[in-house]
């Protein structure tokens, strides 16, 4: 069963503006994680928050977490053509200590226009 | 190269086949993760190894059976192939058991005609 939903389930920008999705999960977590995946390709990981975190930053990346709301964004600055991907929260949950392995939401499929 | 080696890339087969999908860790991972990639399933857990020991299931059939051998590669192993089997699986690793970051390999694309 799917923990994180991904909300928008499809953006499309300009390049040069900003972008921010925003997942939802349903159960306590260890932490969240946001993956990126170009289409066909492997997930490749961008950023981690743990629970007692609120906000961390990646060069242009910009996550924030909610645990009272069970919610997580993920902003992205300055959007670039190839910032064009799906990209997936991913939640740990903290009675299985991540041996369960990580749980994804279905995606945010992201278009950046030139 | 995420480090993460999977093969084959793609395969092709008929239903009631079997195959193999492999994955060689990340030099250093003990842990080997398998998920299952499909358009209206999304991202499936389906088994979990850390250094050669089962350490969770997750949505995987009982015609899917998985192993990690002493040098820390792994197979997944598909049989009774049906139509709804064709997917991309994905293999990802991570040092740790526990609820850290995971490198994924590049897939392997499964074709089930």
């Known amino acids: 069963s799917q923990q994180g939903e991904e909300d928008p389930q499809a953006l499309s920008i300009q390049e040069g503006e900003n972008a921010t999705m925003n997942c939802s999960y349903k159960?306590?977590?260890?932490?969240l994680q946001w993956y990126r995946q170009n289409s066909g390709r492997g997930l490749v990981h961008l950023i981690l928050i743990r629970s007692n975190e609120r906000e961390k930053h990646s060069g242009r990346l910009r996550v924030t977490l909610d645990t009272s709301k069970k919610s997580s964004s993920l902003l992205i600055t300055a959007s670039r053509a190839a910032d064009t991907a799906s990209y997936f929260c991913?939640?740990?949950?903290?009675?299985?200590?991540?041996?369960?392995?990580?749980?994804f939401g279905k995606g945010t499929h992201l278009i950046i226009q030139p | 190269d995420s480090g993460v080696t999977q093969t084959p890339k793609h395969l092709i087969t008929a239903t009631g086949q079997r195959v193999t999908l492999r994955c060689s860790p990340r030099s250093g991972d003990l842990s080997v993760y398998w998920y299952q990639q499909s358009l209206d399933q999304g991202l499936q857990f389906l088994i979990h190894y850390y250094n050669g020991e089962e350490r969770a299931k997750g949505n995987i059939l009982e015609r899917f059976s998985a192993q990690q051998f002493p040098d820390l590669h792994s197979e997944l192993n598909l049989s009774s192939l049906e139509l709804g089997d064709s997917a991309l699986y994905f293999c990802?690793?991570?040092?740790?058991?526990?609820?850290?970051?995971?490198?994924f390999g590049a897939g392997s694309r499964l074709t089930v005609l």
């Open positions: 990802a690793s991570s040092e740790y058991s526990g609820a850290n970051v995971l490198t």
């Open positions: 991913a939640t740990a949950q903290g009675a299985g200590g991540g041996a369960d392995g990580l749980t």
């Open positions: 159960t306590s977590i260890n932490n």
